[in-house]
C-alpha cells in the first residue's frame, strides 16, 4: 500500500470524526456504522470520504428516529385492501415508517451522488441491506433455467428499485417485506412471459430434498422466497 494512501485514510478517520463531534444529532451507533461503510470504498480524498459519512450517518439517525416517534399503534389493525387479510404488526410498522418523508430519500441519493460514481452509490446501498441484490439474483439465476438477457434485466432492475426503497426502513424485517413487494412483481413478470413460477420454484426445491438426501449435501444457492 502507498504512504500517500495510508496517510489518506488516516486524515480521512480523524476528518470523519470531527464531523461527527460537530453533529450533536448524530448518535455513537450511526456515526459507526456509517463511517465502516464508507471505509470499505477507500476513498483517498479526505474531504469527500468526511462528506459521504456524513451524509449516510445522517440518513440512518433520521430514518431511525422516524421509526421510534412513529409507532404501530399509530396504524388501525384493519385488513389489507389487496389481499383481504388483517394486518399484522410487522405490515403495521412498515405502513407507518412508509409515511417516511420523500426528502430524507433524496437528501440521501443527491448527497452520495455528489460525490460517489454509480458503483460506488449502489455499494452503499449494499451495505444499507447487506447484499440482498446480489443474493436474491443468484437464488433466480438457479430457479429460472436458461435465463434470458430480459428475463435477467428485469429482475435486476426490481431488486435493485427494492433495495433503494429499503434503505428508508429501520431493520432487515422490514427491508424484507420490501424485496418481498418487489419479488411478487417479478413472479408475475415471470408468468405473464411464458414461464410457471410455482412449477420452477417446485423443481428447484425438490432437487435442493434430493441433494440434502445424499450422503455428502452441498447447499449452496439461495432461495429467494426467503
Known amino acids: ?34 463511517a465502516e461503510w464508507v471505509a470499505t470504498l477507500k476513498l483517498a480524498d479526505v474531504a469527500k470520504a468526511g462528506r459521504v459519512t456524513t451524509v449516510v450517518a445522517t440518513h440512518l439517525k433520521t430514518v431511525r428516529d422516524w421509526h421510534n416517534d412513529h409507532s404501530l399503534t399509530n396504524v388501525p389493525a384493519g385488513i389489507n385492501p389487496v389481499t383481504g387479510k ?11 415508517d412508509s409515511a417516511l418523508p420523500n426528502s430524507v430519500h433524496e437528501n440521501l441519493m443527491a448527497g ?22 446480489a443474493f436474491t439474483m443468484r437464488g433466480y439465476r438457479d430457479i ?29 424485517k422490514e427491508i ?4 418481498k413487494i418487489h419479488k411478487t412483481q417479478i413472479e408475475q413478470y ?27 449435501p452441498s447447499i449452496n444457492s439461495p432461495d429467494p422466497a426467503q
Open 86 to 96: 388483517k394486518l399484522n404488526e410487522l405490515d403495521r410498522q412498515v405502513i407507518a
Open 1 to 34: 500500500m502507498k504512504p500517500n494512501f495510508i496517510y489518506a485514510l488516516i486524515f480521512s478517520t480523524l476528518l470523519v470524526g470531527n464531523c461527527f463531534a460537530q453533529n450533536e444529532g448524530t448518535n455513537d451507533a450511526e456515526q459507526k456504522r456509517a
Open 176 to 179: 424484507s417485506v420490501i424485496f
Open 112 to 133: 452520495l451522488r455528489k460525490d460517489l460514481n454509480e458503483e460506488q452509490v449502489n455499494a452503499v446501498l449494499d451495505k444499507y441491506t447487506v447484499g440482498k441484490v
Open 190 to 216: 415471470l408468468n405473464e412471459h411464458g414461464r410457471n413460477w410455482k412449477q420452477l420454484y417446485k423443481t428447484y426445491t425438490d432437487a435442493i430434498k434430493v441433494k440434502k438426501a445424499a450422503p455428502n
Open 144 to 172: 429460472v433455467t436458461n435465463m434470458t438477457p430480459e428475463e435477467e434485466k428485469v429482475i435486476l432492475i426490481q431488486l435493485q428499485q427494492a433495495r433503494e426503497e429499503s434503505v428508508d426502513y429501520k431493520n432487515m
